[in-house]
């Protein structure tokens, strides 16, 4: 019988671009600390993976500036492999370009191929460690005759190897392209860090249905695909087991959860039972959009005490000329009336969008139309991106007009009007009690202090109480709870005492 030892190395997984990729690479850990693999940092890694964002050009440059200096690390040192994930890699044409850029990436891993990564650190790290070798283009037939036994792999996915450098050989999973409807199987849903933050990222819903003219997402993570409830269900609970308080659901449209699964569950009915798990505290969900969520949604939502009071719910832009080059799939009319729907079926919703200033040919009154959206509804915290062309994307085909330094004056109008609302509406919660959960704690002037949100998702800041209980002063903890009557807010954050209720 053949034994393959698989001695273990260092690993380095580098984030940057939404949550979702956060909870991915969350996954990718698992899988290595399963292998025996320990995480190191990026100087002492033997592996080194990149999980990477497209959605705007600024985080692909970050990758491309390490990818350089990995380029010289790897001239430097044997024993040091480089894998590539996340939302740079496309379709095989993209997957092509970024090889012959950069011939030392050794892996191009799409999440839902994570499966992948063992024999991959079979194939790849024992030749450099110098013990066996398993080699995939060497597998024995099934048919042939041998004493030995034979590992067989029947769920493995296939793969493609190119041998277009001499002496090297990259390993690239096939593309595999979803059917509309069809779900992939090899999603990792095994997430189990030793201990999981209290808050914990769940992804419902991968991939994305729109065509946003700008947004490569949907080039990048396919089609929408739900993930069984039963699954989702497993996961949560393992996750609550491990410590987490607050799951937030994700998905690019998280309300379209269910619609491709049998039966048809809704994002209701999965926060209802989501709702059943003993030790988790809150639930949260992003990101929003107003065609999906129907008055019943939103009702059952607002009468579920786990779920938060926030919605994530971006518009783009406050103009109907501009919603249309963007292809966001609504008017304007329609977005402000589900906003007034929301905030009447359920009270003390606080509200979050994303804008994108300065896309092709936005002229100053379609972008003064977006600061009237602003002072009109008012929202709670606004993400302003410049727009930035998207190879691949519909709009890429068209002039990029806006001149750099416009978009720069029109996002900082952005954020000062937001400012200046942000602040009014943080002054309506001075005097109140705050329910937080702790995400970090750290000393300031001799005295702990916490940080967490609230039920809204503002951030609050206190001092630790002093105690003059006999068991000292308690030491609070990412994870638990605690009352802050709030004293004072500005635009980003509230600040107010600790309060024993
Ligand atoms: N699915 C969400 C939605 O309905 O819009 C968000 C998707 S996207 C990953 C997150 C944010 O990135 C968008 O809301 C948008 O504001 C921003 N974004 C996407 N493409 C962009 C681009 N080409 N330039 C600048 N910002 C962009």
Redesign the pocket.
């Known amino acids: 019988m053949t034994t393959i030892s698989i001695p273990r190395g260092k690993y380095h997984i580098w984030t940057v671009g939404?949550q979702m990729n956060q909870a991915d690479s969350q996954r990718i850990q698992t899988m290595l600390d399963e292998l025996g693999w320990e995480e190191a940092s990026m100087e002492q890694a033997n592996l080194v993976v990149l999980n990477t964002c497209s959605?705007?050009?600024a985080p692909e440059e970050k990758a491309h500036n390490l990818l350089a200096q990995l380029k010289r690390a790897k001239n430097e040192r044997s024993d040091l492999l480089v894998a590539l994930m996340g939302c740079m890699i496309g379709n095989q044409k993209t997957i092509d370009a970024l090889e012959k850029r950069y011939p030392h990436i050794d892996l191009f891993m799409k999440v839902e191929h994570a499966d992948i990564l063992p024999r991959f650190l079979e194939e790849r790290w024992t030749p450099i460690s110098g013990a066996g070798c398993l080699d995939i283009e060497f597998m024995p037939d099934a048919s042939d005759e041998t004493d030995d036994e034979i590992p067989v792999f029947p769920d493995l996915p296939t793969f493609a190897t190119s041998t277009s450098r001499a002496g090297k050989r990259t390993v690239l999973p096939m593309a595999i392209t979803p059917k509309p409807g069809e779900r992939i199987a090899h999603y990792p849903t095994k997430i189990e860090p030793a201990k999981a933050s209290p808050s914990a990222w769940l992804p419902i819903v991968l991939g994305?249905n729109?065509v946003?003219t700008?947004?490569?997402?949907p080039y990048r993570r396919g089609r929408e695909r739900s993930r069984p409830m039963d699954e989702l269900m497993i996961e949560a609970r393992s996750l609550v087991d491990k410590g987490a308080k607050e799951l937030t659901l994700l998905g690019?449209?998280v309300e379209a959860y269910g619609l491709d699964l049998p039966g048809q569950p809704d994002l209701a009915d999965l926060m209802t039972n989501l709702s059943e798990i003993d030790g988790l505290e809150r639930i949260r969900f992003m990101?929003s959009?107003p065609r999906h969520m129907t008055d019943s949604m939103i009702e059952r939502m607002a009468h579920l005490p786990k779920v938060c009071e926030h919605l994530n719910i971006?518009v783009?832009s406050g103009d109907d000329a501009m919603l249309k080059r963007m292809k966001r799939g609504y008017a304007l009319d329609e977005y402000v009336e589900r906003i007034e729907r929301v905030r009447e079926l359920w009270p003390d919703i606080t509200l979050s969008t994303?804008?994108?200033v300065g896309?092709c040919g936005e002229t100053e009154e379609e972008f003064q139309h977006t600061l009237d959206l602003l002072e009109k509804i008012r929202f709670d915290v606004v993400?302003v991106?410049?727009?930035?062309?998207?190879p691949g994307?519909v709009?890429a085909r068209w002039e990029d007009d806006v001149p750099l330094a416009e978009k720069k004056r029109r996002l900082h109008a952005v954020e000062e009007i937001q400012g200046k609302i942000a602040f009014e509406l943080n002054q309506s919660y001075v005097g109140k009690v705050e329910e937080v959960m702790v995400e970090d704690t750290n000393m300031t002037h001799g005295r702990q202090q916490l940080k967490g949100r609230n039920r809204s998702n503002k951030l609050v800041f206190c001092p630790v109480p002093d105690s003059t209980s006999s068991e000292g002063q308690r030491v609070f903890q990412p994870g638990d709870f605690v009352h802050v009557r709030i004293e004072r807010a500005t635009a980003w954050s509230l600040q107010g005492e600790a309060v024993v209720l």
């Open positions: 939404c959605v705007r050009q994305c729109k946003c700008y947004c490569i997402v690019q449209t990101t959009y971006p783009q994303d804008i994108i896309f993400h991106a410049a727009y930035s062309v998207r994307t709009a």
